[in-house]
């Protein structure tokens, strides 16, 4: 396996397009993240169909073909030099099998988002380019720490993150050096069995979820467990899991780290020797810092908890 490429680093003019994959966005929900872009020095360039609604059991931003068409337009000019997701939502899969890389592989640039956008980063590292799994532009109604932006502009910058966190009760200690994938449960979880799915032999797999039932977190854990992925993975990193459940029978429904939600998680894998780190700040919390997907990291977890990029 040839080691994932990292895209160059940006200098002050650069542009970055910025483009809505799946849902769709208000204005108002980007003007605060596309004047940080311009305030770092970085010039914005809106996708075409960034603002479009189009309604089909869902709010999309636009058709499939207009946001195929933004994406490969995003991938492909010479001119932009990285792509930042507006936001998630639903409807990244609708784009797989449609991508085109031709001018990309010549030019390769970070892509920067979340949630959703875990289907875009899967596909970008099965054809061996690493992307940041971050704030989108458009951030949830609990806002988003400085620091998750600023440490994103960081790795634009060619600087890579390292993270000393507090130790969680759920924890497993252990030392594992591989490279990083995964991103959100659910769109692994999606993507099991196909083409399009994470390879999974010797990586540390970091996941992240919000807003499922107790159920359905344990059935998507269940199918990584019956599809052999843990059998595979040198070390497992645990972010966000909120709004679980329901408000009324959640009592830490809004808290970032769902102690019953880890609680699942830890009994459903304690067979396994592979070091755990729970309580990682990314995902869809306010603490939300970026890590990169394909590249080699390092994680120590004991008295101190680390994750060295």
Same mark, same amino acid.
């Given at each position: 396996m040839n080691t994932p490429i990292f895209p160059a680093s940006l200098k002050k003019g650069d542009k970055i397009a910025v483009i809505s994959p799946a849902g769709s966005v208000e204005e108002s929900q980007l003007q605060n993240g596309l004047n940080l872009i311009r305030t770092r020095g970085y010039e914005p360039v809106l996708g075409k169909n960034l603002y479009t609604k189009f309604s089909k059991g869902y709010n999309y931003a636009g058709t499939e073909k207009e946001r195929i068409s933004d994406m490969?337009?995003?991938?492909?000019?010479?001119?932009?030099? *990285?792509?930042?997701?507006?936001?998630?939502?639903?409807?990244?899969?609708?784009?797989?099998?449609?991508?085109?890389?031709?001018?990309?592989?010549?030019?390769?640039?970070?892509?920067?988002?979340?949630?959703?956008?875990?289907?875009?980063?899967?596909?970008?590292?099965? %054809?061996?380019? *690493?992307?940041?799994?971050?704030?989108?532009?458009?951030?949830?109604?609990?806002?988003?720490?400085?620091?998750?932006?600023?440490?994103?502009?960081?790795?634009?910058?060619?600087?890579?993150?390292?993270?000393?966190?507090?130790? %969680?009760?759920?924890?497993?200690?252990?030392?594992?050096?591989?490279?990083?994938?995964?991103?959100?449960?659910?769109?692994?979880?999606?993507?099991?069995?196909?083409?399009?799915?994470?390879?999974?032999?010797?990586?540390?797999?970091?996941?992240?979820?919000?807003?499922?039932?107790?159920?359905?977190?344990?059935r998507m854990i269940m199918s990584l467990e019956l599809a052999g992925v843990f059998r595979k993975i040198k070390g497992l990193i645990v972010g966000g899991m909120t709004l679980m459940k329901d408000e009324k029978e959640n009592m830490n429904y809004e808290e970032s780290f769902d102690e019953f939600s880890y609680q699942l998680i830890a009994e459903r894998i304690s067979k396994y020797d592979f070091p755990v780190i729970f309580g990682f700040p990314n995902g869809h919390i306010y603490d939300n810092r970026p890590i990169i997907i394909g590249a080699e990291i390092s994680m120590k977890v004991g008295e101190k908890v680390e994750v060295k990029f």
């Open positions: 490969n337009w995003a991938l492909n000019d010479p001119e932009i030099s *990285a792509i930042w997701a507006s936001r998630g939502g639903y409807g990244c899969q609708h784009l797989m099998g449609h991508l085109k890389l031709s001018d990309f592989r010549k030019n390769p640039k970070w892509y920067i988002g979340y949630s959703d956008n875990t289907v875009i980063q899967s596909y970008l590292l099965k %054809n061996n380019f *690493a992307s940041i799994h971050a704030q989108t532009i458009k951030t949830s109604g609990f806002g988003v720490t400085p620091e998750g932006y600023d440490l994103t502009f960081d790795i634009l910058k060619g600087k890579f993150p390292k993270y000393s966190i507090q130790s %969680n009760s759920f924890n497993k200690s252990g030392t594992a050096d591989g490279e990083l994938v995964g991103g959100n449960l659910a769109l692994i979880y999606a993507l099991l069995g196909t083409k399009y799915s994470f390879d999974f032999k010797d990586k540390i797999l970091f996941i992240e979820d919000i807003g499922e039932k107790f159920y359905a977190l344990d």
